[in-house]
């Protein structure tokens, strides 16, 4: 994802606690911030759990941690994000006026599912809010992230299938429950730093490469379909 001058903005939304938005909002932060970029990390969710990560570390950060968990980040982020290439917002665990404006403020939207039939249902709502998003952007971009998946079960698989109920693609990494993610955040890391080489850190490597390359296709449909339009619109003025 290349800010290019603006902000990529990449939310992770469940109305469900326990699916695990705060884990990869960090750790996509931190492998988009092990690149060279300038990441912005939002903690939209009033329980500060992003912003409690931060304050556990023993060194800084290598981004910016700032707790807006108010339902004007819409309003605000253009002005937050000014010196950025990149913002992860970690959002509210129930649908909400924040939520919308976290949604309203968002380029991608990343549903994190833990595969269990529980986790499918609760999804329904945040879908709606981002279906009813779409009417005012139409351009944004939403998909799920089979997360907290049992390692070696085929429970994964049947999440997949009863999740394309809701006409949302499913990012085809899924990222396990591991041990070394509650480990690294109780110290206030993250498996990137205290295990690059480790399966779970490769796993959210793989997941943040997924996200740019869905960016970057409906960056690229954006370009296409607005030199398009410049095209007809050339086309009717010489007329």
């Given at each position: 994802m290349a800010?290019?001058?603006?902000?990529?903005?990449?939310?992770?939304?469940n109305q469900k606690g326990g699916a695990g938005k705060t884990t990869l909002a960090v750790h996509v932060a931190a492998v988009l911030a092990a690149t060279g970029a300038k990441v912005l990390l939002l903690?939209?969710?009033?329980?500060?759990s992003a912003l409690d990560w931060s304050v556990?570390?023993?060194?800084?950060?290598?981004?910016?941690?700032?707790?807006?968990?108010?339902?004007?980040?819409?309003?605000?982020?253009?002005?937050?994000?000014?010196?950025?290439d990149h913002v992860v917002i970690d959002g509210p665990p129930r649908v909400a006026e924040i939520t919308r404006s976290v949604i309203m403020a968002s380029d991608l939207i990343a549903i994190p599912v833990q595969p269990s039939p529980y986790d499918v249902w609760a999804v329904k709502d945040v879908v709606e809010?981002?279906?009813?998003?779409?009417?005012?952007?139409?351009?944004?971009?939403?998909?799920?992230?089979i997360n907290r998946k049992i390692v070696n079960t085929a429970i994964g698989r049947d999440v997949v299938e009863a999740l394309a109920t809701y006409?949302?693609?499913?990012?085809?990494?899924?990222?396990?429950q591991r041990v070394a993610f509650a480990e690294s955040a109780a110290r206030g890391s993250t498996v990137i730093e205290d295990a690059p080489t480790s399966i779970g850190a490769e796993e959210i490597r793989n997941l943040v490469k997924?996200?740019?390359?869905?960016?970057?296709?409906?960056?690229?449909?954006?370009?296409?379909?607005?030199?398009?339009?410049?095209?007809?619109?050339?086309?009717?003025?010489?007329?």
């Open positions: 800010g290019g001058g603006v902000a990529v903005k990449l939310s992770f939304l903690d939209a969710d009033s329980q500060g556990a570390r023993q060194k800084a950060p290598a981004f910016t941690v700032v707790g807006l968990p108010k339902p004007t980040v819409h309003k605000e982020l253009p002005r937050l994000s000014q010196d950025y809010l981002i279906k009813e998003a779409r009417v005012y952007k139409e351009l944004l971009k939403a998909v799920f992230v006409e949302l693609g499913v990012l085809p990494t899924a990222v396990c997924e996200l740019t390359r869905l960016f970057n296709e409906q960056e690229g449909r954006d370009y296409s379909e607005a030199r398009a339009r410049k095209v007809a619109v050339g086309g009717r003025m010489g007329q």
